[in-house]
């Protein structure tokens, strides 16, 4: 190859990878050959911007090079961010998600493997801003004829300058801001995401803002008397890990699902002085941060997101658990995912706090999943339920997470005598194909999840079951849907079962839920901040 060809292949592989990045879809639908064929307006702004600063430009290529890398990793965070949550990457917001998909990584495909992955993603920022560097630097190299530099860099300056009023025009018109006189020959996508990024930003922060203003403003702070109407029952949470909608109405879990769920209607049914009812109910996110969706059951508020979240904690808010001590209730969590400091459980209202250290488990772990719900729910019979009792009643919460990513390998309902320490389950722990081979087909990993959450419907409703002598009220509900690739659709709705004794659920019959476990497709949906206000209302004579 000349010197020339040489030179002019260095620019067409440059102007490649920079079409590459302007171009790079943060979305998984439009993942496909097509993108290649876009017409990015950005391009030639960059392009015409290093023509009109010929030589070596540093202090331009460097804030050029940071912002494409930048804009390449938001992009990639969005993308995977659609697939596991089904909305785009929020950097105020959504920061912490990085070291739980590390932890779910590493738990997933074991240490070794995660690590070189958690390696390979610190690397990949600084391949690609290496390759940027290249690919600018091949373009400012190119050099005016002795004489023409004014001509030069003015003629290409003023190009920059319409490529960017194009870009800006585009951008304008997409954003409803005006309408142009003529079709735009592409679009300026990564320049209106930036754009938009910026502004969700902004909208962040002032949320935050009222939500704070919100979270001050608490009705039921000083109500009382409180859960009076309980008449000193037991009441238990229980969250079914990404147990949602997808149950009813994707083919693919219906059968199964649903035919659990009538097995364990009719047992209910058959148990004097016993009632079910069932809803739905709306959580602020999909596929994973269970954290949310507690905190707005709890709280009483909309927590789609950590600002939120965080605003709660730092707010006067008083939580279910919080109002439930004040009212003469021993508030108590069961959490086998914990597994470290949670600073967060006594803001939340929580006296006592059950880890995964905490739980006695010396069976081995399910990859990510600590431990089997059966042992979850054993280990609150033994620490919590059946334990010597200060004369209070409990209040508690129990998250059960057999059912959580990657569902490999899923647990047998045993009998519940034999759970002894969880070392009977090990041989199940060892059994099946690693996530890393499962999740290789997206239908072995749907068929894994199908049965996981089986299996945490079998043993909740089971422990329910043998409660029949002395029935708390259960409130058994899902978390949040799983990634939409599981669920088969955007919907954020989760079902709740209210189970236990006749005369409590009868107070919530004017709610107008379903007699039963199986919840009316026909039901309108509660969001999850509806929550703790109505179940205050209806177990309380001291309410507003």
């Known amino acids: 190859m ?19 990045v302007v171009i790079q879809p943060n979305h998984p639908n439009a993942m496909t050959w097509g993108a290649l064929t876009l017409v990015p307006l950005e ?17 331009l290529r460097a804030v050029l090079v940071a912002l494409l890398t930048l804009v390449v990793l938001l992009k990639a965070a969005d993308y995977a961010n659609f697939i596991a949550y089904n909305r785009v990457f929020n950097p105020a917001t959504d920061m912490g998600l990085i070291r739980a998909a590390y932890e779910l990584g590493t738990g997933a495909l074991g240490p070794v493997l995660g690590n070189l992955a958690a390696l390979g993603a610190l690397l990949a920022p600084v391949a690609i801003a290496a390759a940027l560097w290249w690919a600018t630097e091949r373009w400012v190299r190119l050099q005016p004829p002795a004489g023409w530099w004014a001509v030069w860099r003015g003629g290409f300056g003023v190009l920059t300058i319409v490529a960017a009023g194009l870009m800006v025009a585009q951008i304008g018109a997409v954003k409803g ?29 002032a949320e935050r803002a009222e939500f704070t203003r919100a979270a001050e403003n608490d009705a ?15 009441v238990v949470f229980i969250f079914i890990e990404s147990y949602g909608r997808a149950s009813f109405d994707n083919p693919l879990y219906i059968d199964t699902h649903q035919a659990t769920l009538e097995a364990a209607q009719a047992e209910l049914d058959a148990i004097d002085g016993i009632a079910m009812r069932s809803g739905w109910m709306t959580a602020p996110m999909i596929g994973g941060q269970s954290w949310l969706a507690h905190a707005s059951i709890a709280s009483g508020m909309w927590i789609s997101n950590q600002i939120r979240y965080r605003a709660l904690l730092a707010s ?72 010597p009792r200060d004369g209070r009643p409990l209040f508690a919460e129990i998250s059960l997470i057999s059912s959580h990513a990657p569902w490999v390998p899923v647990p047998e309902l045993i009998d519940w005598d034999d759970v002894g320490d969880g ?31 089986d299996y945490a419907l079998q043993t909740t409703f089971s422990y329910v079951e043998r409660q029949r002598e002395d029935m708390p009220l259960f409130i058994i509900l899902g978390d949040h849907q799983p990634a939409e690739f599981v669920s088969g659709g955007p919907s954020f709705d989760v079902p709740v079962h209210v189970v236990g004794p006749d005369h409590l659920v009868a107070m919530i019959g004017h709610w107008g839920w379903t007699p039963g476990l199986l919840p009316d497709e026909a039901l309108p949906e509660w969001s999850m901040d509806l929550f703790r206000d109505r179940f205050l209302r209806a177990y309380s004579t001291g309410v507003p």
């Open 2 to 20: 000349t010197g020339l060809a040489g030179r002019l292949a260095g620019l067409a592989v440059a102007a490649f990878l920079l079409h590459l």
């Open 43 to 59: 391009l030639p702004v960059i392009l015409f911007l290093l023509l009109a600063w010929p030589g070596r430009a540093r202090i």
């Open 177 to 205: 801001q005006w309408s142009l006189p003529y079709t735009s020959p592409g679009a300026a996508f990564t320049a209106r995401l930036a754009f938009d990024r910026v502004g969700l930003y902004r909208i962040t922060q």
């Open 220 to 234: 039921f702070a000083a109500a009382s008397p409180l859960f009076d109407r309980l008449g000193g029952s037991d």
């Open 316 to 387: 006067p808010r008083k939580t279910l658990f919080e109002l439930a001590t004040e009212a003469g209730y021993h508030t108590a969590t069961v959490v086998p995912a914990i597994t470290r400091d949670w600073p967060e459980g006594p803001r939340i209202g929580f006296e006592t706090i059950l880890a995964k250290d905490d739980l006695g488990y010396e069976g081995l772990p399910f990859n990510w999943v600590t431990m089997p719900d059966q042992f979850t729910l054993t280990a609150y019979d033994r620490l919590l339920a059946q334990a």
């Open 423 to 453: 070392t009977v389950f090990n041989e199940i722990a060892q059994s099946d194909d690693p996530p890393s081979v499962v999740w290789r087909d997206h239908d072995r990993v749907r068929d894994q999840y199908r049965k996981a959450v």
